[in-house]
């Protein structure tokens, strides 16, 4: 189905396409050339971080951090149950064993309350994530991890324009991923980031994206690694939407305003930045009062062009990882949260059409 509003569409304007004929004019379409360097040291700077190195996607991106943070069989990481799989999927790729927590009812984010009864001696790392583009607590994490000697991993798929306190998120921990999917903040198509401050972390994750290299010898590798390589096309269109990004956010945020003064006077709730944060709104998410009124809303929208989507399932629900222990804040998140559109092309207009339709809802039901 085709809807005039989806939930998420890039904009690829400004030197996308000068940048990848640049890529297909010079032959450097593949994993060497010109824009990766150029893209990891932009991303650096907007981070704000030492070290960024490119990957094929935000998944492998978790996997290298993990795998250069020493994580491995027999090791456990913490991860919030509330976040879409790939998070804990990468730890799993590891032979590590991701143990759940649930999620602050306030942030949406891992709960710093409820890690410690979840710490044994095999705990390594705490996986944090910021989701839809809240910061977590990372003050109480960090205070957490540095009492028990944790590393802390950043996930931050969903968090480019993300601040706490005034820093980006990406250099509170050890290491950081990020994913440039084609519904992030800004998009490669597919691709992913490693940032990090530390020059062995570094070192190691480029090691393991790129085949398990050994240093200065030609064709000779001492580890095992991957082929996570981002091509240099990709990074040609991450660098010409870095341009753009200020832009993109500050779009972002008016839609995201727009949002919240539409629904003010409905009896329903929405993600809402909390403390000294910039939430950047990947997703502007709604959370309405049962799963059944989330199904009629959804159905409802859906009739009218508007495509969204329902909150993740929380990770512990699903059959690789089922557990009978019971999440409440992160079930309850995940049957009732609506995830709005919310590209930065969507207009003050469009916006408006969309509250209408909701407020049509509310009235008819
Ligand atoms: C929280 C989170 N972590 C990791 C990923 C994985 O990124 P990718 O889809 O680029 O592999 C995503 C992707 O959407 C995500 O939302």
């Not at 070290?51 to 250069?68: D, E, K, P, Q, R």
């Not at 040609?236 to 753009?244: S, V």
């Not at 009629?296 to 009739?303: D, P, S, T, W």
Request: proline fraction near 4%; charge should be neutral; include cysteine.
């Amino acid at each position: 189905m085709k809807y005039k509003y989806p939930v998420y569409q890039p904009n690829l304007s400004g030197n996308v396409k000068k940048y990848v004929n640049e890529c297909i004019d010079s032959t450097w379409i593949s994993s060497k050339g010109k824009f990766i360097k150029k893209f990891e040291d932009d991303f650096s700077e907007f981070v704000d971080i030492k070290y960024s190195a490119g990957v094929s996607n935000g998944t492998v991106a978790l996997h290298v951090a993990l795998l250069a943070l020493g994580i491995g069989k027999g090791d456990e990481v913490i991860v919030p149950t509330f976040t879409y799989i790939a998070s804990v999927n990468a730890i799993t790729y590891t032979g590590a064993k991701p143990v759940f927590v649930d999620s602050d009812p306030i942030t949406w984010q891992i709960d710093p309350g409820k890690i410690e009864g979840k710490i044994t001696s095999k705990t390594k790392a705490i996986m944090v994530v910021h989701l839809y583009g809240h910061p977590c607590k990372i003050d109480s994490i960090k205070k957490i991890a540095s009492g028990k000697n944790l590393l802390i991993i950043e996930d931050c798929a969903e968090a480019i324009g993300t601040y706490y306190k005034g820093k980006h998120v990406g250099s509170f921990g050890e290491a950081a991923t990020f994913s440039f999917f084609g519904n992030k903040a800004i998009t490669t198509g597919e691709g992913g980031m490693v940032c990090t401050n530390d020059p062995a972390i570094y070192d190691m994750a480029i090691r393991k994206k790129g085949q398990g290299l050994a240093k200065e010898q030609e064709y000779f590798h001492d580890i095992v690694g991957y082929n996570y390589r981002m091509t240099n096309i990709c990074a040609a269109i991450g660098c010409a939407q870095l341009e753009r990004i200020e832009d993109i956010l500050k779009r972002k945020r008016k839609l995201a305003e727009n949002y919240i003064d539409g629904i003010k006077d409905l009896s329903i709730d929405y993600h809402k930045e909390t403390g000294n944060v910039i939430h950047s709104y990947w997703m502007f998410t709604i959370l309405v009062n049962s799963e059944s009124e989330r199904t009629n809303l959804r159905k409802f929208l859906a009739e009218n062009g508007i495509e969204t989507r329902p909150t993740f399932h929380p990770v512990h629900t699903m059959p690789m990882y089922l557990e009978k222990e019971s999440y409440p804040v992160a079930e309850d998140l995940g049957k009732r949260g609506i995830n709005l559109p919310s590209y930065p092309d969507l207009t003050t207009e469009d916006v408006e059409y969309i509250i209408d339709k909701i407020k049509s809802f509310y009235d008819e039901s």
